[in-house]
């Protein structure tokens, strides 16, 4: 009997170091970047946002995110991952830049077909109320002041990723799969290209519009049968919107901005060489400054390029191969960048780029103090200085990372599959 009960106790404690051992670490130092890391959430399937959209409240203290369970903040320094908003079938969309309230809708956005409602939810006190109805869109902005929504809509619908996903595609965000001519299976990013690029020549007539969040009247922006996206308002200026034209980047005239009453189109990178490409552009946290992946050509040679809205001067930082990222971003004093980096599969297909990186710009002086004589007028050139932080060398690129820096500008935020279970991670800029 008392060795029945030992071999039961030895099996209990075996299941035990199991489970254990499945768990992804909570914290540990990177041996290849010598960096502290930190696992935030302790729910698996975690995401934070995408890396435009703001998920932090305004003080800076709590990091907003989502899991198949619903909507929760993450106390950023006691790392508690509590429950804001229950339910399996949530969109969160942003944390209001003024107020902290989060918003979200209570079903999937369509571009396309129904609208749906938007809600928003008190972090101090978990009230949720509707805010706002949407007719027939989806939204993907609010503005500074909180006192309009950005959103856009399709007169049609084009299913991009068609068919469901396989169960193993739980871990990434994206799945697109296309047969080639030959009979065999593209790669993942040679699919992306192809679906994107019928979903630009289908021409499906879209719309962008505004929501006044006191009043409800859904107002029309632009009109376009370019593929309207990645809609993203100023941070500072309540008035001013950034979109985009998707498709295959090589093909389209992308970034642009115009005013919420619909004036001021204006197209912000024109391209000057053939296949150069100008992309996943942000705004930086002054709203001063545009920035967005430059490569000219694509693939080929690197740059994060920079458009200062009010005179329209140009800076472009130079980066290598492997160090080029999915996404960048930059801190809110303007003074560090970021980048998730990618793999091989990926535009630059760098042969050792998966990495989280932090870049620290360096403007190029003039020779001696002598400058031309219209160096005002010319493009400002300098070199990313880069600085590895997170080996991601098990963690797969169709879950993007989307960094973000945290609002003191001490971690980097990110998601990561490295481990099996999605989760969101940080990562301190200061060595141990």
Same mark, same amino acid.
Not at 215 to 221: I, L, S
Not at 278 to 289: C, I, M, P, Q, V
Not at 312 to 317: A, D, F, N, S, V
């Given at each position: 009997?008392?060795?029945?009960?030992?071999?039961?106790?030895?099996?209990?404690?075996?299941?035990?170091?199991?489970?254990?051992?499945?768990?992804?670490?909570?914290?540990?130092?990177?041996? $290849?970047?010598?960096?502290?890391?930190?696992?935030?959430?302790?729910?698996?399937?975690?995401?934070?946002?995408?890396?435009?959209?703001?998920?932090?409240?305004?003080?800076?203290?709590?990091?907003?995110?989502?899991?198949?369970?619903?909507?929760?903040?993450?106390?950023?320094?006691?790392?508690?991952?509590?429950?804001?908003?229950?339910?399996?079938?949530?969109?969160?969309?942003?944390?209001?830049?003024?107020?902290?309230?989060?918003?979200?809708?209570?079903?999937?956005?369509?571009?396309?077909?129904?609208?749906?409602?938007?809600?928003?939810?008190?972090?101090?006190?978990?009230?949720?109320?509707?805010?706002?109805?949407?007719?027939?869109?989806?939204?993907?902005?609010?503005?500074?002041?909180?006192?309009?929504?950005?959103?856009?809509?399709?007169?049609?619908?084009?299913?991009?990723?068609?068919?469901?996903?396989?169960?193993?595609?739980?871990?990434?965000?994206?799945?697109?799969?296309?047969?080639?001519?030959?009979?065999?299976?593209?790669?993942?990013?040679?699919?992306?290209?192809?679906?994107?690029?019928?979903?630009?020549?289908?021409?499906?007539?879209?719309?962008?519009?505004?929501? $006044?969040? !006191?009043?409800?009247?859904?107002?029309?922006?632009?009109?376009?049968?370019?593929?309207?996206?990645?809609?993203?308002?100023?941070?500072?200026?309540?008035?001013?919107?950034?979109?985009?034209?998707?498709?295959?980047?090589?093909?389209?005239?992308?970034?642009?901005?115009?005013?919420?009453?619909?004036?001021?189109?204006?197209?912000?990178?024109?391209?000057?060489?053939?296949?150069?490409?100008?992309?996943?552009?942000?705004?930086?946290?002054?709203?001063?400054?545009?920035?967005?992946?430059?490569?000219?050509?694509?693939?080929? $040679?690197?740059?994060?390029?920079?458009?200062?809205?009010?005179?329209?001067?140009?800076?472009?930082?130079?980066?290598?191969?492997?160090?080029?990222?999915?996404?960048?971003?930059?801190?809110?004093?303007?003074?560090?960048?970021?980048? $998730?980096?990618?793999?091989?599969?990926?535009?630059?297909?760098?042969?050792?780029?998966?990495?989280?990186?932090?870049?620290?710009?360096?403007?190029?002086?003039?020779?001696?103090?002598?400058?031309?004589?219209?160096? %005002?007028?010319?493009?400002?050139?300098?070199?990313?200085?880069?600085? !590895?932080?997170?080996?991601?060398?098990?963690?797969?690129?169709?879950?993007?990372?989307?960094?973000?820096?945290?609002?003191?500008?001490?971690?980097?935020?990110?998601?990561?599959?490295?481990?099996? %279970?999605?989760?969101?991670?940080?990562?301190?800029?200061?060595?141990?």
């Amino acid at each position: 009997m008392m060795i029945k009960r030992l071999g039961l106790l030895v099996a209990t404690l075996l299941a035990g170091l199991s489970v254990a051992a499945a768990e992804p670490p909570r914290e540990w130092v990177d041996k $290849d970047t010598g960096h502290r890391i930190i696992r935030l959430s302790t729910e698996p399937g975690t995401r934070s946002l995408y890396f435009h959209q703001n998920g932090y409240t305004p003080d800076g203290k709590t990091l907003i995110v989502t899991n198949p369970g619903g909507i929760d903040m993450i106390d950023l320094a006691t790392r508690v991952q509590k429950r804001l908003v229950a339910g399996a079938d949530l969109n969160l969309l942003f944390t209001g830049p003024k107020s902290g309230r989060v918003f979200f809708t209570r079903k999937p956005q369509l571009a396309e077909g129904e609208g749906v409602e938007v809600f928003a939810a008190d972090p101090a006190t978990g009230t949720v109320a509707k805010v706002a109805q949407v007719t027939k869109g989806q939204i993907g902005s609010i503005n500074a002041d909180e006192t309009l929504l950005l959103g856009v809509l399709a007169e049609s619908k084009f299913e991009l990723q068609p068919g469901a996903p396989d169960p193993k595609h739980t871990r990434f965000d994206n799945h697109y799969e296309y047969i080639g001519p030959d009979g065999k299976p593209m790669t993942y990013a040679d699919a992306k290209e192809v679906r994107l690029y019928q979903r630009l020549e289908a021409r499906v007539p879209m719309e962008m519009f505004t929501i $006044d969040l !006191k009043t409800g009247q859904q107002r029309t922006v632009h009109k376009a049968t370019d593929w309207l996206n990645h809609l993203q308002f100023s941070p500072t200026d309540p008035t001013l919107i950034m979109f985009c034209h998707e498709g295959p980047w090589h093909r389209v005239d992308r970034i642009w901005t115009i005013r919420a009453d619909g004036t001021g189109l204006t197209k912000i990178h024109t391209r000057t060489m053939n296949m150069e490409i100008a992309g996943h552009e942000f705004f930086s946290a002054d709203g001063k400054t545009i920035w967005y992946d430059l490569q000219t050509p694509r693939g080929e $040679d690197f740059w994060l390029a920079g458009y200062e809205i009010a005179t329209g001067k140009r800076t472009w930082y130079h980066l290598t191969r492997d160090e080029w990222s999915v996404h960048f971003n930059v801190s809110r004093d303007g003074t560090l960048f970021a980048g $998730d980096g990618g793999d091989a599969e990926m535009v630059a297909k760098a042969k050792d780029g998966k990495w989280i990186y932090l870049f620290r710009p360096e403007n190029i002086p003039d020779v001696a103090g002598i400058h031309a004589p219209n160096a %005002d007028d010319l493009i400002r050139p300098g070199v990313l200085r880069a600085e !590895k932080l997170v080996n991601m060398q098990d963690h797969d690129y169709r879950l993007e990372p989307n960094i973000t820096f945290t609002p003191d500008g001490k971690w980097i935020v990110f998601r990561a599959n490295m481990h099996g %279970d999605v989760h969101v991670y940080a990562v301190e800029l200061t060595k141990p």
